[in-house]
């Protein structure tokens, strides 16, 4: 054994701090390197990526006979003392009370070689004639091309036309927007302010943003889009499709850095219906609903605030399974619900007849129905409800209860508050502006029909409920409120 000596040790650590330093030298090269790859692995130019995509690119040129105008508008005041005497002139002349072809310009995509190309609805709506302009190259149709509608979609803004190309044409194809990131970067091609074929670059802003529509699920861009961008494809870095330029925030009607593109994913569900049917085929489960708040959670008895609450059940699927008003649906087609607008859009891409399991929760314990669903286009302006209603005597007192001031719906209220002829409840007839109530909305003239899960008819079954709930340790009430004859639940805090 070799003894250990002081000059040993003291090597020693010098050599292990060399290798130390050593290591620490070969990281921070190979950092580095990695650095320096990942930058020369990033396109220098956006070039070859628009050579790529924008053979498919269009410009739509739509045409609109008008009729002329029938007097001086825009030119005198209505009343003035000169509005006969440019009346008379316009008549002379005659120009201005000619039918007059208004025309406007727009962009659209192929997403076919044999001819289909998406836009937006707005671009075409009303046209008498469509032209397609395609981007110059060699093998590119060189004259406008007549195209004709092969079906339009109002509720998503999408419109997809058809050609009758001399060549097969290029087109472009949909990826998927549920992939794209915050951050990640985008391209937006079309046909800005009627200037011709233009590209500009940005961001995806934000996700999931929803402006004014049932179906919205727009992607925000900071990519410059402006007028006669309308209908042009947002690509992503591999040339896929992923929205449809649709719409800006802005001011002054340019850009700000603030544009919507419809979501491919939704897009292309509406492009395959339009193809087959002509027309869109949404699925209908047939409810009225509204979100789940905490305070409805705890009336309720739910250990979270999720799902959706089911405000009322016309004729239709639902009830025709067995679904009913205060259930709260929990899980659709094997999909876990968020919200309203998630189900909404869920029911909506679920084929139509689809037998499918719409998991609730009902009064403390979970529960499984089938639902075949119906066709929501064939159900619009068929939303029936049900009226309910116990025989009891309605009272015709009022009294201050949680804020409010209610009275018996009396007879002649009915046609004035929308009620059918056997719904009872309570009217409100004012409310305390200080109140939760107040704050939850709750406003005169709303009409409660249920409290606690539970018809109601006189002020004493209101009493009734509401001391059941305190009774049960619940610190709000679950009311069941109608509104021009539309449903909603409120859980009102009873400690008012």
């Given at each position: 054994?070799?003894?250990?000596?002081?000059?040993?040790?003291?090597?020693?650590?010098?050599?292990?701090?060399?290798?130390?330093?050593?290591?620490?030298?070969?990281?921070?090269?190979?950092?580095?390197?990695?650095q320096s790859l990942a930058a020369n692995a990033r396109p220098e130019s956006l070039a070859p990526l628009a050579e790529k995509v924008s053979p498919a690119v269009v410009n739509i040129t739509?045409?609109?006979?008008?009729?002329?105008?029938?007097?001086?508008?825009?030119?005198?005041?209505?009343?003035?003392?000169?509005?006969?005497?440019?009346?008379?002139?316009?008549?002379?002349?005659?120009?201005?009370?000619?039918?007059?072809?208004?025309?406007?310009?727009?962009?659209?995509?192929?997403?076919?070689?044999?001819?289909?190309?998406?836009?937006?609805?707005?671009?075409?709506?009303?046209?008498?004639?469509?032209?397609?302009?395609?981007?110059?190259?060699?093998?590119?149709?060189?004259?406008?091309?007549?195209?004709?509608?092969?079906?339009?979609?109002?509720?998503?803004?999408?419109?997809?036309?058809?050609?009758?190309?001399?060549?097969?044409?290029?087109?472009?194809?949909?990826?998927?927007?549920?992939?794209?990131?915050?951050?990640?970067?985008?391209?937006a091609m079309g046909n800005p302010l009627g200037q011709g074929f233009s590209l500009s670059s940005g961001i995806v802003s934000a996700r999931n943003r929803a402006l004014s529509g049932t179906y919205d699920d727009y992607i925000q861009t900071d990519a410059a889009i402006n007028r006669?961008?309308?209908?042009?494809?947002?690509?992503?870095?591999?040339?896929?499709?992923?929205?449809?330029?649709?719409?800006?925030?802005?001011?002054?009607?340019?850009?700000i850095g603030i544009g919507f593109s419809m979501a491919?994913?939704?897009v292309s569900k509406v492009v395959s219906q339009l193809k087959e049917y002509g027309e869109t085929r949404r699925g209908w489960l047939g409810v009225r609903i509204q979100d789940v708040t905490a305070d409805l959670a705890e009336?309720?008895?739910?250990?979270?605030?999720?799902?959706?609450?089911?405000?009322?059940?016309?004729?239709?699927?639902?009830?025709?399974?067995?679904?009913?008003a205060r259930d709260v649906i929990t899980s659709f087609d094997g999909f876990e619900?968020?919200?309203?607008?998630?189900?909404?859009?869920?029911?909506?891409?679920?084929?139509?007849?689809?037998?499918?399991?719409?998991?609730?929760?009902?009064?403390?314990?979970?529960?499984?129905?089938?639902?075949?669903l119906g066709r929501r286009e064939e159900a619009v302006g068929n939303d029936g409800q049900s009226s309910g209603g116990n025989n009891a005597a309605p009272d015709t007192a009022e009294k201050d209860l949680l804020g409010l001031t209610v009275g018996a719906v009396q007879d002649d209220m009915r046609e004035e508050l929308n009620l059918d002829a056997g719904t009872t409840g309570l009217v409100v007839l004012s409310v305390d502006e200080t109140s939760a109530a107040w704050e939850k909305g709750l406003r005169a003239g709303d009409v409660i029909t249920e409290a606690g899960q539970t018809k109601i008819a006189s002020i004493a079954d209101l009493e009734e409920q509401i001391a059941a709930a305190k009774e049960a340790g619940r610190k709000s009430i679950f009311l069941m409120?109608?509104?021009?004859?539309?449903p909603r639940f409120v859980a009102l805090n009873l400690g008012e």
């Open positions: 054994m070799h003894p250990i000596t002081r000059s040993k040790v003291e090597s020693a650590i010098r050599e292990a701090g060399g290798w130390r330093l050593f290591w620490m030298a070969v990281l921070g090269t190979a950092f580095l390197v990695v739509t045409s609109t006979i008008v009729e002329g105008r029938t007097g001086p508008q825009g030119i005198v005041p209505e009343g003035s003392p000169f509005e006969d005497f440019f009346r008379d002139f316009q008549d002379r002349n005659g120009g201005e009370n000619r039918p007059r072809r208004s025309s406007a310009l727009g962009s659209g995509f192929v997403i076919s070689e044999d001819g289909f190309i998406v836009t937006n609805n707005h671009v075409i709506d009303g046209a008498d004639e469509i032209e397609i302009e395609f981007f110059p190259g060699d093998g590119q149709p060189k004259e406008l091309l007549p195209a004709k509608v092969i079906g339009t979609d109002k509720n998503t803004d999408i419109a997809l036309l058809k050609v009758e190309a001399p060549m097969p044409l290029k087109f472009v194809t949909f990826g998927d927007s549920d992939s794209a990131r915050v951050g990640d970067w985008v391209l006669g961008n309308s209908g042009g494809p947002l690509f992503n870095m591999d040339g896929e499709v992923i929205g449809v330029n649709t719409a800006i925030l802005s001011p002054n009607g340019g850009s491919s994913n939704v009336a309720i008895g739910l250990d979270s605030v999720s799902g959706v609450l089911i405000t009322d059940v016309p004729e239709g699927p639902a009830k025709e399974a067995g679904l009913q619900v968020k919200d309203t607008r998630d189900l909404v859009r869920r029911v909506a891409d679920t084929e139509v007849g689809k037998t499918v399991r719409v998991v609730v929760f009902r009064d403390g314990k979970t529960e499984t129905v089938k639902v075949t409120v109608r509104r021009a004859g539309e």
